[in-house]
């Protein structure tokens, strides 16, 4: 069953997260990850939504997600996001096919 990313970010240092940009599709791809959203527009239906820069990515489960998050290749561009966002991030399990 499919195992979603969901990141809330507000970039604090652009040029910072660009390097993370640039290096973080590949390793995602190696755990047959892939974006459903990418930090697009946001329109607001309901409420207050609280999102800044939204991700959203889908892996084939919970254990693959799980691996790319805690992955030695992650680490490095985990820190560079870290010091370039604030915001928040989970998984999330998606409902049997």
């Known amino acids: 069953m499919a195992a979603y990313l969901i990141a809330n970010i ?19 791809a190696r755990f047959g ?25 889908e892996f084939p489960d919970m254990a693959a997600a799980r691996a790319f998050y805690d992955s030695p290749d992650y680490a490095p561009l985990l820190a560079m996001r870290l ?3 604030t915001g928040s991030l989970v998984l999330v399990e998606g409902l049997p096919a």
């Open 10 to 28: 507000t970039v604090q240092d652009p040029a910072g997260f660009e390097a993370y940009r640039a290096g973080v599709p590949a390793v995602i």
């Open 33 to 57: 990850g892939r974006y459903l959203a990418r930090g697009g527009a946001i329109e607001a239906k309901e409420g207050e939504h609280g999102l800044n820069r939204l991700v959203i990515l």
């Open 83 to 85: 010091a370039s966002t």
